[in-house]
């Protein structure tokens, strides 16, 4: 005698439910072990993965002077003011400025000394000058660009030129024993 696919009341499980089931469970398992590899393949290698942060000891840097460090392949500039550049940066009006930002919008708190900015020209990508000892600061005594003329505060503001930006400010935060972790 053969049993019947379903029990009288109509609530039992059917031998067709279970092979459907089964199918797609298979199916789904199938189609992850196709799709992880493909999916997988797209995240950044571990060689991107290292230059998408800097780490910088930024302790031994004194005020008045600028060191340079490489991230993503461009110069990063980092600065520690003196308090006569934070005052000449704090008595800008921004209403002189193209790109209005105060000096407390481009550093972060309780570090207004230590401003971080990306060493690339807003204009057209050059490298200014201004980061390195005896190099041109131009007419504000922040940063030059010599390629088409864009002279930076020390804010590192856009104050004249063609630049139609102030330099870019990654996103960074500081470390407990006085080291920069830029990141983004």
Known sequence: MVAPETDATGDGVRRRD????????????????????????????????????????VSAIEPGQAIKAIFRKQPLFLRR???????????VPLSDLRDPQSLEERTK???KAMLITMGVCTHLGCVPLGAAEGEARGEYGGYFCPCHGSHYDTAARIRKGPAPTNLLVPDYEFNA???????G
């Open 18 to 57: 279970f092979i459907n089931i089964a199918a797609v469970s298979a199916a789904g398992v199938g189609g992850i072990a196709v799709l992880y590899p493909l999916i997988s393949q797209m995240a950044p290698s571990a060689d991107v993965l290292a230059e998408s942060t800097v780490e910088v000891d």
């Open 81 to 91: 003011l003196t308090d006569a550049e934070i005052a000449e940066a704090d008595a």
């Open 109 to 111: 708190a309780g570090q």
């Open 177 to 183: 024993d006085g080291t920069v972790v830029t990141v």
